[in-house]
């Protein structure tokens, strides 16, 4: 059987999502031989235009992205979004609060025309994605797990409850204990609670459960006197996309 051909794309983002693809150490062996890589703009100096699955790293932000995403998608059979650029407009998103003029103007003053860039979104908002693996960045676990899924032909399982769960069942103390906030009860879990293990607060990189209203972690809201919706209000720095869109709703 021929293996399936895969390709690592990157839109507007850092680079650290295919970062972590080329950090997953023991594991990249087996991933290069279950898969052929025949595109991976920051790995592989040849590149392909015949592959089946394709790994897209960044938010649509200029034209260009919006080119090369469409031509993507009408190659690809199957599109994994890595990363929360990808997955949610990420970071790149806090440009639209702005404007995306005004920040054009902000950053590259009377050179702003030079410019192509366009309001930021998820590429969801243009092509179908098949899965997400969420995150900033994602886990390099969750995403060699979506493609062996796939290759062995059964659905990927991609959490839908919050960072809570996975938190406490750590025994980690809540970050709202020690004088912290946290959006865990309404972010999507997978990452392990990482931050709040850290004794950091969640930012929820990996977007918010699907339906906050009945999948938040409610006794926590209740313990500590918030609502779905203060939380929802914090969810600027990788959701802004989101808010965005359903303001304008
Ligand atoms: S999701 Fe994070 S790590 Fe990935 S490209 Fe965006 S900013 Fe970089
Ligand atoms: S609110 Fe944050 S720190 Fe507290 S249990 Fe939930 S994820 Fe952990
Ligand atoms: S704890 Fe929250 S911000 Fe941190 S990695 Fe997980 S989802 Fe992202």
């Given at each position: 059987m021929s293996k399936p051909k895969v390709g690592v794309f990157g839109l507007a983002g850092c680079g650290g999502c295919q970062l972590e693809i080329l950090n997953l150490e023991d594991e990249l062996i087996d991933f290069i031989c279950a898969v052929d890589i025949v595109h991976f703009t920051e790995a592989i100096t040849e590149h392909s235009d015949t592959y089946d699955i394709a790994l897209i790293e960044g938010s649509v932000s200029t034209k260009h992205d919006l080119e090369r995403l469409e031509h993507i998608a009408s190659v690809a059979k199957i599109i994994i979004a890595i990363g929360a650029c990808s997955s949610t407009g990420g970071l790149n998103c806090l440009k639209n609060l702005y404007g995306t003029e005004k920040a054009k103007e902000l950053v590259y003053?009377?050179?702003?025309?030079?410019i192509d860039a366009i309001d930021t979104k998820p590429i969801d908002a243009y092509v179908k994605v098949d899965y997400h693996a969420r995150g900033c960045p994602p886990t390099r676990a969750e995403i060699v797990d979506i493609v062996k899924s796939l290759i062995m032909g059964k659905v990927p399982e991609i959490p839908d409850y919050p960072v809570c769960i996975e938190c406490k069942r750590l025994g980690n103390i809540c970050v709202y204990e020690t004088g912290g906030t946290c959006m865990g009860p309404v972010a999507r879990a997978g990452c392990n609670a990482r931050c709040p293990s850290a004794n950091s607060g969640c930012e929820a990189c990996r977007g918010p459960v699907d339906d906050p209203n009945i999948n938040a972690q409610k006794d926590l809201l209740d313990r500590y006197g918030l609502t779905v919706e203060d939380i929802m209000e914090g969810f600027n720095l990788y959701n802004a996309c989101k808010k965005i869109e359903q303001k304008n709703k």
């Open positions: 003053g009377d050179k702003k025309d030079w």
